[in-house]
């Protein structure tokens, strides 16, 4: 077995900021990367902001590693490690400036479908018995009480404002296990599961930003989403997700810390 592309697709969150999301597959690996937005100004790797270095380092790692799943994200885990080593420029103001990002992956293996994650990614999977998540059923509630609490319409600066990022500062200082810098952790901290799978299943691996379709907002059920995407593609969910978002541009519906997020997925069908 192997895995066929059917649709990909990456919208940043606004045109004038660069996208930090990545998707890729291979032949019977792929993935999804989504870097955390900086939270100060370029310099601890360079000219080039820490989300968008992690998420194209990681990129490229997915891109170049073989073999079973566990060995392909270990690969990525120490490729960053030692890419951070050879291009950091100066130490960390503090920990919250340390890159970051949530991922999934998925490995054909056998008979058997392998999910690794590390965050809010999400991997969806139509099988002939229904349609599951393979990593945890995404749950906002935190982070929307998190943004109410700083007030109304919080989000529709973006993490552009003091008090905003003075809170996500404070928030990323927290323990939590990301796809970073610190091979260790990621590798303590990364979940595998496994599902059997058949010629013909379904896999969508999106970004939380694409997720908040049935989270954030629930526009539709995980099982419709999957209808529609099968009847319409990916293009219909993307229009609308974000004719969501701007009919709340002021973040007053669905309170978030900006308007719209980097919101990426791919389509795999299992051939």
Known sequence: ???????????????????????GSAERHAWVIDGATDLGPAGLLGERGGAAWLAQQAQRAFTLATGPLQ???EHVFDDLALAYARDRQRDPIAGWELPRAAFAAV???????????????????????????????????????EAVALGPGT??????????????????????????????????????????????DDLVLMSDGFAALFDTY????????????????????????????HDDAAC???????MSDDASAMWLRVG
Do not use: W
């Open 71 to 73: 060995a392909v994200c």
């Open 155 to 200: 989000g529709a600066h973006g993490v552009r404002t003091p008090a905003v990022i003075a809170d996500r500062r404070v928030a990323r200082e927290r323990p939590k296990a990301v796809l970073g810098v610190d091979a260790r952790l990621a590798k303590a901290g990364t979940c595998y599961n496994r599902v059997p799978v058949a010629r013909g």
């Open 107 to 145: 490995g054909l293996e056998g008979n058997e479908l392998v999910c690794a994650h590390l965050a809010d990614c999400v991997v969806l999977h139509r099988s002939a018995q229904g349609i599951a998540f393979l990593t945890p059923e995404p749950d906002r509630e935190a982070e929307r009480a």
């Open 218 to 245: 629930e526009a539709c059920t995980p099982a419709s989403f999957m209808t529609q995407m099968l009847a319409d593609g990916l293009g219909a969910l993307a229009q609308l997700l974000r004719r969501i978002e």
């Open 252 to 258: 007053m519906r669905y309170p978030r810390f900006k």
């Open 1 to 23: 077995m192997h895995l066929d592309l059917i649709q990909s697709l990456s919208l940043a969150g606004k045109a004038d900021v660069p996208n930090d999301d990545r998707i």
